[in-house]
């Protein structure tokens, strides 16, 4: 996933609103004494949402296991519940790139040390070098050795690897693969200092664009993985045997066979393709090589798979398909340690129809695949997908023979079989993990299952959040998938924003006294790039785009007025792409604006006149964002939130009294590295905020000291008079479906409440519903309203959602009742 930290921001203001003169600034601020509030912090659910480049199973350990993404951190597989915890949450501001992580190592020797390489751009997006982080207690808490030099964990090359690697005899000694032409690093000291391996031969030459002048796809890929031959060494001594993938074409694998002390060029090793993995199979003296054309994620279009023996120096090609019958390159690449012989390999850039698996049982002599084509466009598949906990997966597709929705995967650089568990394979795609713990059924004929195993790994991007008085408490504007909105905080929302699907939600907004009416604004490369909702975010269509527009930017959605606008007078505000302001809800006048830059003008200003002038708050150093909340008990005045720089002291921030003093409600814990983007408190719930964070996706914080107050249900329905139902199946896959529900009373009296009732035919079985409360028994299915949708005028309609399990039959409902009543079926 491609995401820069890129900030947009307008400060255009109604006219009608103007009037007055600016307002001077205030001197340097005085200090500023902050309280503190405790904070219980969780993810606004989505499960996943972007790049899982790598993947590191521990080898003396049953189920410990690390994950890697791109801009998000690191995980630690939690398997009593089958989920994933982050590790990097203390990451601040000041070094948010260290929220990119290049590369990841686990000791096998002493499991309870992990070691991550961090850092996100080679290039000056990223104003830090890299570092190592280094945990003995399995990513509870870190140390940090900084390097001399940046470290591309969002970088082109991000998915070969393992970068990173702990000698399996020695474990105080480590190498790093840099690049840039930094060359290849040492640790002696377990990570805690780090020198240059000055007689390592190559620093790498191949980028990706060597024209590109930001210095992103322009930079030289480096020394990409390093795999120890654990056999030539005993517990204690250094391993003898070292190979080291380098970004060359033509000098793409090296080899010491002293501990590091010389190194040379493999002899005999193919030419024209970069390595993107090295395997060793110490059993069985093999050296698996994973090749493509181009250095990934997202590009490559030629491969192949190598395979080197250790001890007679023989190359032989096992690649499962001749090179002129490829369109894409090879990079994940795993041995099953239960069983040797058994490889598998992905062919990651297989964009089109889908990804693809290999496997094979005889160290690569002959293979299989995870799907062919029967007769083409007809495939047939070695496995079954469910992905009813991510149903988003689907991406709300229909597509046409051979793609089918959902996807195997699309940048699958990371593959992974349990080395205690054949049954057991994880992988990464560009949006999620999956997972399967019956793979060995690939060998009996029988289909495997595919499902996400990604829950606890939240790795979207966000642009904007809004929190509407009434409806869903939570909407979002997504890097990548668009957004979501969110009717239950602790459930994975259905489906993101569709019709149309943006790749990429800049802004969204709704009407304050029509939380119903919502706009948003995003990336598409055909097509509209503004679209509107008129039932709270459910359901949308395309806008018509203003003239010159070519992308997203920022919206917002007025009450009233808004037609025309002219610039305000004040002086001394932030200028650039860091600004961002927001009116108070119902409060005629009162803007409150927030950015600016640290070698500027910078901090967190207040109008009270239409933005005619501002008054810059004394207290406050720096600020990137503001949002209103539910006022505290016994105030009048909405509660505001920030991200700022408040007393000295980089977090996440709560005023109860209009500014005047501030409380400090995140903690070094919990930092996120940057999050800058969007704010906003819960209108109906005090103290509860929803932040933004670049790779963390949605974080939402409730105060300890007093329980939030979310509002229930509405009272039992008692709805009467005449209605219709329109159902309609929205999308299928294999094992499952979503629908949507339309009732409209047709009769002339309003509903106070609704409750719709139908029966299943083919044993569907409901998995997930929004904008309704649903239960099912045996076949009978009921919904009832929510308690933002209960009052339903005549001739208005409500909709709502579901996804369900099916069999191959998928028969439609034929009768709905309300309450006692039978409704219409259209």
Same mark, same amino acid.
């Given at each position: 996933m491609r995401r820069t930290r890129i900030l947009t921001a307008v400060l255009a203001l109604a006219a009608g609103l103007l009037s007055g003169a600016p307002t001077a600034l205030a001197a340097d601020p005085p200090a500023t004494k902050l309280a503190a509030d405790t904070y219980t912090w969780k993810n606004a659910r989505i499960d996943g949402g972007g790049f899982v480049p790598g993947i590191v199973f521990n080898r003396s350990e049953k189920n410990l296991v690390y994950a890697r993404t791109d801009i998000g951190g690191a995980y630690r597989w939690q398997q009593s519940s089958k989920t994933w915890t982050p590790l990097l949450d203390s990451v601040g501001w000041d070094d948010w790139g260290h929220t990119g992580v290049v590369s990841i190592a686990t000791d096998s020797v002493d499991p309870n040390r992990v070691y991550a390489a961090v850092g996100t751009y080679t290039n000056g997006w990223d104003p830090k070098n890299g570092a190592v982080m280094r945990s003995s207690d399995r990513g509870a808490s870190w140390r940090k050795a900084d390097l001399p030099f940046k470290l591309g964990g969002n970088m082109p090359g991000r998915g070969m690897g393992e970068r990173l690697s702990i000698d399996p005899n020695r474990n105080s000694v480590l190498y790093l693969g840099a690049p840039s032409g930094k060359g290849l690093w040492r640790s002696t000291d377990s990570g805690v200092t780090w020198s240059q391996v000055a007689n390592f031969p190559n620093v790498g030459n191949y980028a990706q664009d060597p024209s590109d002048?930001?210095?992103?796809?322009?930079?030289?890929?480096?020394?990409?993985?390093?795999?120890?031959?654990?056999?030539?060494?005993?517990?204690?001594?250094?391993?003898?045997?070292?190979?080291?993938?380098?970004?060359?074409?033509?000098?793409?694998?090296?080899?010491?066979?002293?501990?590091?002390?010389?190194?040379?060029?493999?002899?005999?090793?193919?030419?024209?393709?970069?390595?993107?993995?090295?395997?060793?199979?110490?059993?069985?003296?093999?050296?698996?090589?994973?090749?493509?054309?181009?250095?990934?994620?997202?590009?490559?279009?030629?491969?192949?798979l190598w395979r080197y023996a250790t001890g007679t120096s023989t190359w032989t090609d096992i690649s499962p398909v001749a090179e002129a019958d490829t369109s894409y390159g090879f990079s994940g690449l795993t041995v099953d340690r239960q069983q040797p012989g058994t490889v598998m390999a992905t062919a990651y850039s297989a964009w089109w129809p889908d990804t693809q698996i290999f496997r094979s049982r005889d160290s690569g002599a002959t293979w299989t695949r995870a799907w062919d084509y029967t007769?083409?466009?007809?495939?047939?598949?070695?496995?079954?997908?469910?992905?009813?906990?991510?149903?988003?997966?689907?991406?709300?597709?229909?597509?046409?023979?051979?793609?089918?929705?959902?996807?195997?995967?699309?940048?699958?650089?990371?593959?992974?079989?349990?080395? &205690?568990?054949?049954?057991?394979?994880?992988?990464? +795609?560009?949006?999620? @993990?999956?997972?399967?713990?019956?793979?060995?059924?690939?060998?009996?004929?029988? #289909? =495997? *299952?595919?499902?996400?195993?990604?829950?606890?790994?939240?790795?979207?991007?966000?642009?904007?959040?809004?929190?509407?008085?009434?409806?869903?408490?939570?909407?979002?504007?997504?890097?990548?998938?668009?957004? =979501?909105?969110?009717?239950?905080?602790?459930?994975?929302?259905?489906?993101?924003?569709?019709?149309?699907?943006?790749?990429?939600?800049?802004?969204?907004?709704?009407?304050?006294?029509?939380?119903?009416?919502?706009? /948003? +604004?995003?990336?598409?490369?055909?097509? $509209?790039?503004?679209?509107?909702?008129?039932?709270?975010?459910?359901?949308?269509?395309?806008?018509?785009? $203003?003239?010159? @527009?070519?992308?997203?930017?920022?919206?917002?959605?007025?009450?009233?007025?808004?037609?025309? &606008?002219?610039?305000?007078?004040?002086?001394?505000?932030?200028?650039?792409?860091? @600004?961002? =302001?927001?009116?108070?809800?119902?409060?005629?006048?009162?803007?409150?604006?927030?950015?600016?830059?640290?070698?500027?003008?910078?901090?967190?200003?207040?109008?009270?006149?239409?933005? *005619?002038? &501002?008054?810059?708050?004394?207290? @406050?150093?720096?600020?990137?964002?503001?949002?209103?909340?539910?006022?505290?008990?016994?105030?009048?005045?909405?509660?505001?939130?920030?991200?700022?720089?408040?007393?000295?002291?980089?977090?996440? =921030?709560?005023?109860?009294?209009?500014?005047?003093?501030?409380? /400090?409600?995140?903690?070094?814990?919990?930092?996120?590295?940057? #999050?800058?983007? *969007?704010?906003?408190?819960? $209108?109906?719930?005090?103290?509860?905020?929803?932040?933004?964070?670049?790779?963390?996706?949605?974080?939402?914080?409730?105060?300890?000291?007093?329980?939030?107050?979310?509002?229930?249900?509405?009272?039992d329905p008692t709805p009467t008079g005449a209605c219709k139902v329109t159902y309609t199946v929205t999308s299928q896959w294999s094992g499952g479906f979503q629908a949507d529900v339309q009732l409209t009373n047709t009769g002339t009296s309003a509903w106070n409440g609704w409750s719709l009732g139908w029966t299943f035919a083919d044993g569907q079985k409901l998995t997930q519903a929004w904008n309704a409360e649903t239960a099912q028994s045996g076949a009978a299915v009921t919904a009832k309203n929510v308690g933002w949708n209960a009052n339903v005028a005549a001739g208005s309609s409500v909709s709502f959602g579901f996804t369900a399990q099916r069999s191959d039959t998928n028969t439609k409902p034929t009768a709905f009742t309300l309450g006692r009543q039978s409704c219409t079926v259209a």
């Amino acid at each position: 996933m491609r995401r820069t930290r890129i900030l947009t921001a307008v400060l255009a203001l109604a006219a009608g609103l103007l009037s007055g003169a600016p307002t001077a600034l205030a001197a340097d601020p005085p200090a500023t004494k902050l309280a503190a509030d405790t904070y219980t912090w969780k993810n606004a659910r989505i499960d996943g949402g972007g790049f899982v480049p790598g993947i590191v199973f521990n080898r003396s350990e049953k189920n410990l296991v690390y994950a890697r993404t791109d801009i998000g951190g690191a995980y630690r597989w939690q398997q009593s519940s089958k989920t994933w915890t982050p590790l990097l949450d203390s990451v601040g501001w000041d070094d948010w790139g260290h929220t990119g992580v290049v590369s990841i190592a686990t000791d096998s020797v002493d499991p309870n040390r992990v070691y991550a390489a961090v850092g996100t751009y080679t290039n000056g997006w990223d104003p830090k070098n890299g570092a190592v982080m280094r945990s003995s207690d399995r990513g509870a808490s870190w140390r940090k050795a900084d390097l001399p030099f940046k470290l591309g964990g969002n970088m082109p090359g991000r998915g070969m690897g393992e970068r990173l690697s702990i000698d399996p005899n020695r474990n105080s000694v480590l190498y790093l693969g840099a690049p840039s032409g930094k060359g290849l690093w040492r640790s002696t000291d377990s990570g805690v200092t780090w020198s240059q391996v000055a007689n390592f031969p190559n620093v790498g030459n191949y980028a990706q664009d060597p024209s590109d002048t930001t210095g992103y796809a322009s930079d030289n890929q480096g020394i990409v993985w390093v795999t120890f031959d654990e056999s030539t060494g005993t517990a204690g001594s250094a391993t003898k045997t070292i190979y080291v993938g380098v970004a060359d074409k033509d000098n793409a694998v090296y080899r010491s066979t002293d501990a590091g002390a010389t190194w040379q060029r493999l002899a005999g090793q193919p030419t024209g393709h970069l390595a993107h993995k090295g395997v060793l199979d110490a059993k069985n003296g093999y050296l698996y090589l994973a090749y493509s054309d181009k250095g990934g994620p997202y590009d490559g279009g030629k491969g192949r798979l190598w395979r080197y023996a250790t001890g007679t120096s023989t190359w032989t090609d096992i690649s499962p398909v001749a090179e002129a019958d490829t369109s894409y390159g090879f990079s994940g690449l795993t041995v099953d340690r239960q069983q040797p012989g058994t490889v598998m390999a992905t062919a990651y850039s297989a964009w089109w129809p889908d990804t693809q698996i290999f496997r094979s049982r005889d160290s690569g002599a002959t293979w299989t695949r995870a799907w062919d084509y029967t007769s083409y466009p007809n495939r047939a598949n070695r496995y079954t997908m469910d992905v009813s906990s991510s149903p988003w997966l689907t991406w709300g597709a229909n597509p046409q023979p051979p793609e089918q929705t959902p996807k195997l995967g699309w940048m699958t650089e990371a593959l992974e079989i349990d080395p &205690f568990d054949s049954d057991r394979m994880m992988y990464g +795609t560009g949006a999620t @993990v999956y997972g399967t713990e019956n793979l060995t059924k690939w060998d009996s004929g029988s #289909t =495997f *299952a595919i499902r996400p195993m990604v829950q606890g790994l939240e790795e979207t991007s966000v642009n904007d959040l809004v929190s509407p008085p009434s409806g869903a408490p939570l909407l979002s504007a997504l890097g990548d998938i668009g957004g =979501f909105r969110h009717t239950d905080l602790t459930k994975v929302p259905s489906m993101m924003f569709t019709q149309p699907n943006f790749t990429t939600t800049t802004s969204l907004d709704f009407a304050e006294s029509d939380p119903n009416t919502v706009v /948003r +604004t995003g990336n598409l490369d055909s097509g $509209p790039h503004i679209a509107f909702s008129t039932d709270n975010g459910a359901n949308w269509f395309a806008g018509t785009d $203003p003239s010159g @527009v070519s992308g997203g930017g920022t919206v917002a959605s007025a009450a009233d007025g808004g037609a025309t &606008f002219k610039a305000s007078p004040a002086t001394g505000l932030p200028s650039g792409d860091s @600004v961002r =302001f927001k009116a108070l809800p119902g409060g005629k006048g009162d803007v409150w604006l927030a950015g600016g830059a640290a070698d500027g003008t910078y901090g967190l200003w207040h109008s009270t006149d239409g933005g *005619a002038s &501002f008054t810059k708050l004394t207290n @406050v150093e720096q600020a990137d964002t503001i949002g209103f909340g539910k006022a505290a008990p016994g105030a009048s005045y909405q509660t505001l939130y920030t991200s700022a720089k408040i007393g000295g002291i980089r977090g996440i =921030f709560r005023s109860t009294d209009k500014g005047a003093s501030w409380t /400090r409600i995140n903690d070094d814990a919990h930092q996120w590295g940057w #999050t800058g983007a *969007a704010i906003t408190g819960d $209108p109906r719930v005090y103290g509860r905020v929803y932040v933004s964070t670049n790779g963390r996706g949605v974080l939402y914080g409730d105060s300890s000291g007093g329980g939030p107050t979310d509002p229930g249900p509405g009272p039992d329905p008692t709805p009467t008079g005449a209605c219709k139902v329109t159902y309609t199946v929205t999308s299928q896959w294999s094992g499952g479906f979503q629908a949507d529900v339309q009732l409209t009373n047709t009769g002339t009296s309003a509903w106070n409440g609704w409750s719709l009732g139908w029966t299943f035919a083919d044993g569907q079985k409901l998995t997930q519903a929004w904008n309704a409360e649903t239960a099912q028994s045996g076949a009978a299915v009921t919904a009832k309203n929510v308690g933002w949708n209960a009052n339903v005028a005549a001739g208005s309609s409500v909709s709502f959602g579901f996804t369900a399990q099916r069999s191959d039959t998928n028969t439609k409902p034929t009768a709905f009742t309300l309450g006692r009543q039978s409704c219409t079926v259209a």
